[in-house]
């Protein structure tokens, strides 16, 4: 039997309490519909939704369980309030607010917020334990059913509903106010998290709003270092963000102890002004206190202050001014200044407006900072500019100063070992070589400081030609061959298809040099020092490995500093430091890169590589300008020498002179070639596999074919005596220099006039310049190989005695007092095409494209002072002058 179905009933009575039981179920969905339709559809928010629902629920709470009365009280600390009602009086309502509810179990409201559960009382005139009679006389109530509203883990407060007669609910009226009690709950969390939700999008939108200000401040302060524009940025925006009506911020000079108004928003220019001049001092105004302190200070009123007012004070209230707040700008270790906002009216400034202020004032403190630190900078910038000028012009100026006696030295002590003016004992030739060497190491030295200050200077400037790289590679090992030999190194190349590579040739060998003589020099006796080089795409690399003691990691970018070197032995202190530091700029300027991959114990890598574009057209090479361009069509020499790295070093050297050199292996070979080629020297080593080299000297000074041929011994055995009475014409111990051994081969050929004919005719040359030691040095140079030498010691009687004298060559310095050598060139050499002597340039200035393109066409070459090489500046005067004979012969 169903709920519907009682004995004695028939089917039309059950039917209509099916349909009764139905409609009251669709009561309670519309309502329940009604609810949530006003739960999310209201279009306000807070407590105005809150009560919306609240309406909903105590209207059909009432209609549905037949009371008179329903109403919604919330839990308020230890009482309850009344939240919402319908059907309650007026008279009740007042009563209730008069009266409130305890929090105890003396009332139906008690009870169901305490046991967090549904609760009826059938008469409360019955129940004893209801003690609030005075609710009862003034509500009339008898029959009370109250359920609790929660949320989540709190009762929030109750929904009660009452009768005025004894009429208890049924289970059914029970379930029902449970169901309005969680939607009147439901409505008081939405509320709750609508209202935080509103809070926390309002405080967002304020914090965007602080951020996109702040942003922009930052965005002011990285883009432009004018400072009064990022402070006025800043000011604008705290007091745009603070809603007050004006503010300035003060700039504080620690010399003058007193705070200068630098920017001001939202304030007359009279008022401006007045700030400007007032004396804000930090001992003794309110802006100092809040400085010295570091707090933020502000002043609600100012007509409460007491009297009398600071100077800065006094200016704003006479100007309308009535509350301001002070933040001070301060960094670690010291005050900057102060961002100060002000109102008209009074009132104090909230903890988030401090609080903003201060971030304002945070970003305030790194503009001016960084203000000041920019003009220190830009000064700071002016004045190192300046003292690179100055020390790049001194180093100019000495570097020539300072060459001028140091190519005496190096070339007077060239002169005499070559023995120029009579033989030399061994003490004379050791202390020569010694003078000439450290004039060498003084001249390189004072070259790389020269060097590093054009660079820095932005004044050098590449030479770029095209160029075979392998002829590079070999004659950098040409020239450290020879130490590497005395100390058991082997040197090795492997050079892989290079080509041709466009680069200023001369700096380029200075670095591979440089890199080289580290290597030999850092590397132990009996190590090896391996070179590589490959082109790898648009790219030309590279290497030089040795077996030496390697460099420390915390060394590995300090050696490339200016007068750095790496710990590594004892000899590492010869030197300035500056080869590295060099060859790393030269190599910069290339456009090219220089690393090091180094482990201690192990040896060293430093590598180099030049961008070299496929299908770059190389530049076009002017030969006026190439130093080293003598051919290898010259007279024969014929080198007798089984050892071929020592052969091929003879033969750089050779043919760098201009002479063609033949090479044989054996003894038997070298008497063949000089019986065939009639040579004007031979160039012969003493230890030979099979014929040894006195039996050579032997054979060819007792053939009468041979026996006038000159023959230079070079060899490690130092019996000179036993040479010259054989028959050597020079005899040279290994290991020789390119210079002595240039020397001693142009000291046997015979002496030619420039038309290429052997003959007792002189060469002239006329050399003008103003240091008499250079003079005296050409002089003692060119005299001995047959020349006619006439000097002229400044330029204003140059012109008049190179038409006196007619010499073969003209010998220019450009640095003179009164009239320099460009002058005298013009003067000589009025246009380019016009006829007289060839002019060679000797000097120590370096010269710029404006010097170039003036001299262009008018002179032979250009040869500097700086680490001269003197015999093969005679070879070059005496080819230029030949090919001005001829061309003056010809038809």
Known sequence: MTEFERPGDDAATRERAIEARLAGVQQQLRATSDILRVLTTSTTTGTSSRDHVFDAVVDNARRLLDAQVAQIYLVKGDSYVLARSSG???????????????????????????????????DVLADPDYRRTDYQRVGGFRTMMGAPMVVGDQVVGALNVWRTEVAPFDENDQALLMTFAEQAALALRHVELFGDLESRSAELARKVEQLEALSEVGAAISSTLVADEVLTTIVSHAVQLSGTDGGSLMEYDEASRLFGVRTAYGTSPEVIEALRAAEIHIDRTWVGRAARTREVLQIPDLDAEPAPLDPHLRVLHASGWRSLVAIPLVRPDRVVGALVVRRKSTGAFSEETCELLAAFASQSAVALTNARLYQQLEQQSVELAEASRHKSEFLASMSHELRTPLNAVIGFSEVLLERMFGELNERQEDYLEDIHAAGRHLLALLGDILDLSKIEAGRMELDLTTFPMDDVLVQALSLVRERAALHGIRLTLDATAIGSVTADELRLKQVLLNLLTNAVKFTPDGGSVDVRARRDGDEVEVTVTDTGVGIDQADQERIFDSFQQGERTASSSEGTGLGLTLSRRIIELHGG??????????????????????????????????????????PTVVVIEDDPRSAELVDLHLRAAGLRAIGAATGEQGLELVRSERPVAVVLDIHLPGMNGWEVLTALKTDPTTADVPVVVVSVEPERGRGFALGATEYLVKPVSGDHLLAAVTRVLPQRRPDGVADTGRLSVVVVDDDPLALKLVRSTLEPLGWEVHTCTGGQQAADVVRAVAPSVVVMDLLMP??????????????????????????????????????????????????????????RLAAVAAAHVAGEEKP
């Open 88 to 122: 309650l009086t007026a008279e009740f309502v007042d009563f209730v607010a008069q009266h409130p509810i305890a929090r105890d179990r003396a009332t139906l409201v008690g009870r169901v917020t305490i046991d967090r559960t549904i609760h009826q009382i059938d």
């Open 593 to 634: 890169r220089l690393w090091l991959s180094s482990t201690p114990g192990e040896g060293s890598t430093f590598g180099i590589s030049i961008p070299q574009p496929e299908g770059a057209a190389p530049p076009v090479e002017d030969e006026r300008w190439m130093i080293d361009d003598a051919s290898a069509t010259g």
């Open 818 to 875: 009164q009239v320099d050598g460009f002058a005298v060139i013009d003067e000589l050499r009025p246009e380019r095409d016009s006829e007289g002597p060839p002019i060679v340039v000797l000097t120590a200035k370096s010269l710029t494209p404006q010097d170039r393109s003036r001299l262009e066409g008018r002179i032979a070459f250009v040869a500097e002072k700086a680490g001269l090489d003197l015999p093969r500046l005679a070879r």
